[in-house]
């Protein structure tokens, strides 16, 4: 049985405007799919449009072209979208880097989660709005002493987890974590990377999980997706990706990731990537099963 596609990114571009003297193209002819269940990464420099490839998806950034598939619906499409509107909101979900900025300070917690649920008209499974909003946080790993906290009162791992529970609480298709792990501890982003990977396997959603931070990639996701300069250079399941990477610019990047020994550490020699080596010109050309790498011209 072919495996269900949840997310279909086709011919992405994403063009901002400078005034009237130039533009800027973020993403550029940007194309991957995610499939229902799936963990997918998306890594890369910081200004590679990892970000606005995720406000896309979300429709926070309507794309210059190209379009984007989302259980059916083309979010590009406007009447399709109005048409699917309810649904678009609930079964995607969002979870910003910055958990300080996307939680209202002046709203206590259980507030907070249960708000989604009360701008969609949601009747709370457990009967009570703060009944509902006590089982998310317990599922987070927050005990119900937190329900009455405002967010100045939490540490940065406690409120990214309460951005967590209230994306859960809508019960969504696609989870889309936009470098949710960087601004934590490295302790607690182990816990929140831990706490991904256990939520989704009991809850089944996919998630389009992008960071910069390729342990942490290569724990969690099923399949990854290297951006460099809005292009997609290589896609392949996260094993094949780490083990053999083909592409340069992936070579250079997975061989920045730090070595634990510091011996070997200060031993090692760090591989340099230029752009004159690799043209972004080129196509995705499929190299092994589900491993893409951008060739020029499509030659292998």
């Not at 309507?62 to 619906?73: D, K, L, S, Y």
């Not at 809850?203 to 460099?228: K, N, P, Q, T």
């Not at 290589?234 to 061989?255: C, G, I, M, V």
């Amino acid at each position: 049985m072919a495996e269900e596609i949840l997310l279909d990114v086709r011919h992405l571009t994403h063009v901002f405007p400078l005034g009237r003297h130039g533009s800027v193209k973020a993403v550029d002819d940007l194309s991957f799919q995610i499939r229902r269940g799936e963990i997918f990464g998306l890594v890369g420099e910081s200004g590679s449009g990892k970000s606005t490839v995720a406000r896309c998806v979300m429709s926070l950034y309507r794309p210059t072209a190209g379009e984007i598939w989302f259980q059916g619906v083309n979010l590009c499409d406007r009447a399709a979208c109005r048409a699917h509107r309810t649904m678009l909101q609930r079964e995607r979900q969002l979870i910003f880097q910055d958990s300080t900025s996307s939680l209202n300070q002046r709203l206590k917690v259980w507030d907070i989660i249960a708000e989604p649920m009360r701008i969609h008209g949601i009747r709370p499974p457990r009967g009570t709005y703060r009944a509902e909003a006590e089982f998310q946080m317990h599922y987070v790993g927050l005990d119900a002493g937190y329900l009455d906290k405002y967010p100045p009162e939490l540490s940065g791992g406690q409120r990214q987890r309460v951005a967590i529970a209230r994306a859960l609480s809508m019960e969504p298709e696609l989870l889309v974590a936009d470098e949710p792990i960087a601004s934590l501890d490295v302790s607690i982003q182990a816990q929140i990377v831990n706490l991904f990977r256990h939520l989704q396997r009991e809850h089944g959603f996919s998630i389009l999980f992008i960071a910069h931070d390729l342990a942490m990639v290569e724990f969690l996701c099923d399949r990854v997706g290297v951006l460099y300069h809005g292009r997609m250079v290589e896609s392949a399941p996260t094993s094949a990706l780490f083990q053999r990477p083909l592409h340069p610019y992936t070579q250079a990047l997975l061989s920045a990731i730090p070595i634990p020994d510091p011996r070997l550490e200060r031993s090692r020699t760090l591989q340099t990537f230029s752009p004159d080596l690799a043209s972004l010109d080129g196509v995705l050309v499929k190299e092994e099963p589900d491993h893409f790498v951008l060739r020029e011209g499509g030659r292998p």
